[in-house]
């Protein structure tokens, strides 16, 4: 992600390694604190699983709200994951920048 001198437009991404590995059953997203008239918090994102960081599983694409507090996204079921990898193709009101306050699974 680009940071210095000029605008990066999304996808943005971010891999996160948990300590061992845990069956997901859902992700939570809290967004930047007053962002939402803004914004730049994201609308649309993919989420990958993996045990080893080389071999992912794609769980989908998936919409997030444009609010204030804490989103709970729920999957179908279970998942074995050391690994998620949060991609961040679209910010509300398309702008280039995005930003998630704390992200973690449930």
């Known amino acids: 992600t680009k940071w210095k001198n000029g605008k990066a437009y999304p996808p943005h991404w971010i891999t996160i390694k948990m300590d061992t590995t845990h069956i997901i059953h859902g992700f939570y997203f809290w967004p930047?604190?007053?962002e939402?008239?803004?914004s730049g918090n994201p609308q649309n994102i993919h989420?990958?699983?993996s045990q080893d960081s080389t071999t992912w599983?794609?769980?989908g694409d998936f919409v997030l709200q444009n609010?204030?507090?804490r989103q709970n996204l729920?999957?179908?079921f279970g998942f074995p994951a050391r690994y998620f990898k949060i991609t961040i193709t679209q910010s509300y009101k398309a702008v280039y920048k995005t930003y998630i306050a704390?992200?973690?699974t449930f």
């Open 32 to 34: 930047r604190a007053n």
């Open 36 to 38: 939402v008239a803004s």
């Open 47 to 49: 989420i990958d699983i």
């Open 57 to 59: 599983k794609s769980l």
């Open 67 to 69: 609010v204030e507090g």
């Open 74 to 76: 729920y999957l179908p």
């Open 102 to 104: 704390e992200v973690g």
